[in-house]
């Protein structure tokens, strides 16, 4: 499914998507949710957008923390820098959602549009 680009003006259809699903698409950015809402809201393109990108993120923190766990004392440090980016992600994500925005994770939030389910 597509979705308009953040910085095209949003039409009055998915202004109306926005207006209804604001809620839904901010609890996808909450780990696993984001992909229980992948697979249930498909007919919202607003909410896809912010499910997407909140399944990546839970993917990315869930790779780094197993490659960190193996890195020892080092790994601790990075594990606790990780989830520190990865919650204010999350938290910026959320209110974001929250506020009507299709705001994009800078420099990974790209790689969002190519996750099929």
């Known amino acids: 499914m597509e979705w308009s680009s953040p910085q095209q003006p949003p039409s009055t259809l998915a202004s109306a998507d926005v207006e209804q699903n604001r809620?839904?698409?901010?609890?996808?950015?909450?780990?696993?949710?984001?992909?229980?809402?992948?697979?249930?809201?498909?007919?919202?393109?607003?909410?896809?957008?912010?499910?997407?990108?909140g399944f990546l993120v839970f993917l990315i923190g869930m790779i780094l923390w197993v490659v960190f766990a193996f890195l020892g004392p080092f790994g601790w440090f990075f594990q606790w820098v990780l989830q520190t980016v990865l919650f204010?992600?999350?938290?910026?994500?959320?209110?974001?959602?929250l506020r009507g925005k299709w705001w994009t994770i800078p420099v990974i939030g790209s790689l969002a549009p190519k996750i099929k389910l």
Request: charged share 10%; hydrophobic share 65%; aromatic share 14%.
């Open 23 to 53: 809620f839904v698409a901010a609890l996808s950015w909450l780990w696993v949710l984001s992909i229980v809402i992948l697979l249930i809201k498909k007919d919202s393109p607003y909410v896809q957008f912010h499910a997407r990108q």
């Open 88 to 97: 204010v992600v999350i938290v910026v994500g959320f209110v974001q959602a």
